[in-house]
């Protein structure tokens, strides 16, 4: 099993930065992809950016393209989102999954998820 957990989240005003952190119970396996998702209030959780653990394969939303980042720090096994630039229509709340295979911007194919942190910016 894999588990995530979350940190980083906070109220920001827009045009601020934020990182998020995704710190997983182990280290992931050469063969997992992890990534970033949202979800704002009425609304379905929506793909934001993912990599191959080891490297390679990065995707990120149009609406993000250009404002984050993603990356990791494998001797913590944490997954990082670095956010600038953000906008009102960024708060939600941001949740870290994993999967084994190429990363891919569908919810349903990530087995592992997090808790989720609350981002919030203030216009």
């Known amino acids: 099993q894999l588990q995530l957990v979350e940190s980083g989240g906070g109220l920001v005003q827009a045009g601020g930065s934020l990182r998020l952190s995704c710190v997983a119970s182990r280290r992931p396996y050469s063969s997992h992809s992890m990534g970033w998702f949202r979800q704002a209030p009425g609304k379905e959780r929506e793909f934001v950016a993912a990599?191959?653990?080891?490297?390679?394969?990065?995707k990120y939303a149009d609406a993000v393209m250009g404002r984050f980042s993603i990356s990791r720090d494998s001797d913590t096994s944490t997954l990082y989102l670095e956010m600038s630039s953000l906008k009102p229509e960024d708060t939600a709340i941001y949740y870290c999954a994993a999967r084994v295979g190429s990363p891919t911007t569908w919810a349903s194919d990530y087995g592992y998820w997090g808790q989720g942190t609350q981002v919030t910016v203030s216009s």
């Open positions: 990599r191959r653990w080891n490297g390679g394969g990065e």
